[in-house]
């Protein structure tokens, strides 16, 4: 059974870090692709970025570009997205997810086929 557990999330002013870690268990995730994603209230979710498994790739939104890094750690089973310069408009529910069988962008981009999701960690924004 694929668990998926965020941790990380908090408040922090604009222009300040945070580093999300996802743990997973009940698979192999070096056989997956993993990534982030995230929902502000009203909004539909949305692919933050992810990272195929294998030869490493990444996906990032055109949002996040040159502030987020999304890394994996198969050894481990942990995956993480290190948040820089957080503005405003990143405050969501940001969730791990896991695919099997994808790369990195169309997992990013196809969220909705996902079907292995955590609970979310809250991040928030705000001075």
């Known amino acids: 059974q694929v668990q998926l557990v965020e941790s990380g999330g908090g408040l922090v002013q604009p222009g300040g870090s945070l580093n999300l870690s996802c743990a997973a268990s009940?698979?192999?995730?070096?056989?997956?692709?993993m990534g982030w994603f995230r929902q502000a209230p009203g909004k539909q979710r949305e692919g933050v970025s992810c990272?195929?498994?294998?030869?490493?790739?990444?996906y990032y939104s055109e949002s996040v570009e040159g502030r987020f890094t999304i890394s994996r750690d198969d050894a481990k089973n942990t995956v993480a997205l290190q948040m820089n310069n957080l503005q405003p408009e990143d405050a969501a529910v940001y969730y791990c997810?896991?695919?099997?069988?994808?790369?990195?962008?169309?997992?990013?981009?196809?969220?909705?086929?996902?079907?292995?999701w955590g609970r979310g960690a809250l991040v928030t924004v705000s001075s």
């Open positions: 997810a896991a695919s099997w069988g994808e790369t990195a962008q169309p997992m990013c981009v196809r969220w909705y086929a996902i079907r292995s």
């Open positions: 990272i195929s498994k294998n030869d490493g790739s990444t």
């Open positions: 009940g698979f192999t995730m070096g056989d997956y692709a």
